[in-house]
């Protein structure tokens, strides 16, 4: 698990989302109020308050509200690999249950003056738990061995069809079999593997240079371009805020 960045609040009038490309990681937003529009494709849902969404790493999609009666929420940013979460989830939050205590526990934690990443860290590891143990699917057992032949090996120069045929398929047909499981290709699943591996490392003092030497990439540069575009930040700007984890 990944936290990349958090909040809570009421938003702008004029703020909206609107992800042309699946951007990799997930918005989680537990919603307090607003009017609120989710759309992806031909598709249109009104969300609901008193609801936690999860919305789709590997799908594109826009969200928006009216200015009249604004989003408030508590809002995440997570990468979930190995899992991808592929469709929006939708879980309402009973009072008193587990997951309500424990979102309640982040909105306290950010309006507290004295508040640090690193608390909101642990609390979004405890959400993350429970997700993944009630909600967030699996995948087919076909794919079990190779996510996780990906997960342990993904700092290595693999190539896609090493992997498939280690596997024993054709490099076409398994591109078009992960595809349809986990909706990314094996190539894009690899890279976020990779930057998940590089999150770490960067959190446990590592330079951005040697992280990106030790995940795979040519340079600094690459490393920096691909984090960017993922995480919508820095790899440097990502490391300083949780600068003080053990």
Same mark, same amino acid.
């Given at each position: ?146 996510? *996780? ?47 998940? *591996? ?26 920096? &371009?691909?984090? &960017?575009? &993922? ?16």
């Amino acid at each position: 698990m990944i936290l990349i960045d958090s909040g809570f609040g009421r938003y702008r009038p004029q703020w909206g989302v609107n992800e042309l490309q699946p951007c990799g990681f997930c918005r989680v937003y537990y919603l307090l109020g607003g009017d609120i529009t989710y759309r992806e494709g031909d598709t249109t849902q009104k969300l609901d308050t008193g609801h936690l969404y999860i919305f789709p790493a590997s799908r594109s999609y826009s969200i928006s509200h009216t200015a009249a009666d604004r989003i408030k929420c508590l809002w995440l940013h997570i990468d979930f690999l190995p899992t991808v979460v592929d469709s929006l989830l939708q879980i309402p939050v009973l009072p008193q249950s587990s997951l309500y205590f424990v979102l309640n526990a982040m909105i306290a934690q950010m309006q507290d003056a004295g508040k640090t990443d690193l608390y909101l860290h642990y609390l979004a590891e405890a959400l993350v738990q429970y997700l993944q143990a009630k909600h967030l699917h699996s995948y087919p057992r076909r794919l079990e061995g190779i996510i *996780a032949y990906l997960q342990a090996h993904c700092r290595e120069e693999l190539t896609v069809s090493q992997v498939s045929s280690r596997f024993g398929y054709s490099t076409e047909y398994f591109i078009r079999m992960f595809h349809q499981s986990v909706h990314l290709t094996p190539h894009q699943y690899l890279t976020g593997c990779r930057l998940h *591996a590089a999150a770490q490392l960067l959190l446990q003092g590592h330079s951005v240079k040697e992280t990106a030497l030790l995940c795979g990439f040519r340079d600094a540069k690459t490393f920096g &371009r691909c984090f &960017r575009q &993922r995480y919508l930040c820095a790899p440097s700007q990502y490391k300083s805020r949780y600068l003080s984890m053990p």
